[in-house]
């Protein structure tokens, strides 16, 4: 396998949501290893499906939070998640186009654990703050801390 791909503190983003969301994706990325090992071609199929499936859809659900939060660069950064479900439904493409799984899943889980091991630490450490500081002032905690 190429290198290890572990959750770590670095990659916290302090939101319990988003670092649940990021910790989902690893297990997959881990699940990539998995397969590849077994050389389980409908395995590797299940998991890349759901890999980029899941990923989009929580790139989707944080852009969310962003906007919420008036967050001043989502564009910026709806762009780099734009630019990553291109790539991800062109690894799915390539799938179905009959490419070799095993070459293909390892090609996969290379990119997309370093395209999000990088992505965390870099681009989404910056709307933390943002997203956070709404979350809190949101109407769940407004209505605990009138009542609690």
Known sequence: ???NITWTAEFETGIAIIDDQHKHIFDYLNEIDRAIACKSVEEIERVIKAIIDYSISHNTFEESLMEKAGYPLLEAHHQVHERFKERAHAYG????????PIRL???VRGDIGLWLTNHI???DKH??????RSLE???VARMLAKFF
């Open 1 to 3: 396998m190429a290198y």
């Open 93 to 100: 493409a390539r799938f179905e186009k009959g490419e070799d």
């Open 105 to 107: 899943a390892r090609e």
């Open 121 to 123: 630490k870099r681009d």
């Open 127 to 132: 709307y933390v703050s943002d997203v956070k």
């Open 137 to 139: 002032g949101g109407f």
